[in-house]
C-alpha cells in the first residue's frame, strides 16, 4: 500500500491536475492500493475507487465518487463533496413520498428512510430554471434569481427558495433559462435526482 498524504496541495491548479493524471497511470499500471489523503473535493471524486468521508474522527459513510455525491446520508457528506441546494421540510410517517416545506409539497422518489426533519438536497446542474411551473413527472418551488456568475463553461445563479433560504443552480450550454437577476420562475427537478436525509 502507498499512502500519499496531501501531495499535490501546493501545487497550481494546472500542474495538480496534470500531476493526478500521472497518478491514475502509475496506479493502473503498478495495481497498488493507494491511500490517499486529500481536503479537496474535486480531486477525492476524480482520483478515487472507493472513498471514506471522515467526520470527527469516525467514518461517515464509504462508497464511490458517484455514490457519495448523487446519494449522501447526511448533511455533512453532501455539503462536504460539492455545492448543494438544500430545501427544509418535514416527512410525516403517513406520507414519506412528500417533504411539506412550509406551502408547498415537494414529491420524494426512492426509498429514503427519513422520517421527519428533513432534507432534499439537490445539485446545482440538477435544477432547471423556468418561468413557469415544473413540467409533469418534475418536482419544483417558485423561486427568484438573485445573483449571477458567468464561468464562461456554464453560469451559476443564486436563487432565493421558499422561506428565504437561497439555492444554487448552474445551466450549461442547452439548459440556459433566459432567466436574469430580479426575475421571478420556478426552480425544478427531477425527485429521482435528489436525495433525502435528515435535517439534524
Not at 499535490?8 to 493507494?34: N, P, S
Not at 445539485?123 to 418536482?139: F, K
Request: hydrophobic share 40%; aromatic share 4%.
Amino acid at each position: 500500500m502507498l499512502l500519499m498524504d496531501e501531495p499535490l496541495g501546493a501545487l497550481d491548479k494546472k500542474l495538480r491536475e496534470a500531476l493526478q493524471e500521472e497518478i491514475r497511470e502509475i496506479h493502473r499500471k503498478v495495481g497498488t492500493t493507494f491511500l490517499y489523503v486529500t481536503h479537496d473535493q474535486e480531486e477525492a471524486l476524480s482520483l478515487s475507487d472507493r472513498i471514506a468521508v471522515y467526520d470527527d474522527g469516525r467514518i461517515v459513510q464509504v462508497g464511490t465518487a458517484e455514490e457519495l455525491y448523487e446519494r449522501p446520508r447526511s448533511l455533512f457528506v453532501a455539503q462536504f463533496l460539492g455545492e448543494s441546494t438544500l430545501l427544509r421540510g418535514v416527512v410525516h410517517p403517513d406520507d414519506p413520498r412528500r417533504l411539506h416545506a412550509g406551502a408547498h409539497g415537494v414529491p420524494l422518489s426512492g426509498v429514503h428512510g427519513v422520517r421527519g426533519d428533513a432534507l432534499v438536497v439537490i445539485r446545482p446542474e440538477q435544477l432547471r430554471l423556468t418561468a413557469e411551473g415544473p413540467a409533469p413527472g418534475r418536482a419544483g418551488v417558485p423561486v427568484t434569481v438573485r445573483d449571477e456568475t458567468y464561468l464562461g463553461h456554464s453560469r451559476k445563479l443564486t436563487v432565493e427558495l421558499p422561506g428565504g433560504h437561497t439555492g444554487l443552480v448552474r445551466e450549461g450550454p442547452g439548459t440556459a433559462s433566459g432567466l436574469r437577476v430580479g426575475d421571478s420562475g420556478y426552480a425544478t427537478w427531477d425527485p429521482a435526482a435528489a436525495a433525502v436525509v435528515p435535517d439534524l
